[in-house]
């Protein structure tokens, strides 16, 4: 299995740059490696106890990552295509990081993945913009 390691601060940095996954979703450059197959999975954990926005941008090329928590945008509205795992199922895929990305980036490579995003407080469709 692949060795993930961690984008370095000025990776990170870069990544903020830009168009947003939001308002944009799709593969875009790695400021890593440069290939253009920088991936990002974004999920809301039911049983956290705020709001919570769990995010995470990998690299298909390099094999970088990072993950954050955040509170979750008002209104905001993510497909998830994990949303139909049981609570064991989904334990059991995210017990390792390097299977849980590996079964993303199954996901995306069969067109299930980059999401779908809305803001909930429009009509509901509205697409976000930066």
Request: hydrophobic share 35%; charged share 25%; proline share 6%.
């Amino acid at each position: 299995m692949t060795a993930w390691s961690s984008f370095d601060g000025d990776q990170v940095a870069a990544l903020t740059q830009g168009e947003s996954f939001f308002a944009a979703p799709g593969e875009r450059d790695c400021p890593s490696c440069g290939e253009r197959r920088l991936r990002a999975y974004f999920t809301a954990p039911a049983n956290a106890r705020r709001p919570t926005l769990v995010s995470y941008v990998w690299c298909a090329g390099c094999d970088k990552f990072v993950g954050t928590r955040a509170k979750h945008p008002e209104g905001l509205v993510i497909s998830d295509p994990l949303a139909t795992l049981s609570t064991d199922e989904r334990r059991e895929l995210e017990r390792s990081l390097t299977g849980f990305l590996a079964h993303l980036d199954e996901l995306w490579d069969a067109g299930v993945l980059p999401q779908t995003v809305s803001d909930g407080r429009a009509s509901g469709t509205a697409a976000l913009r930066p």
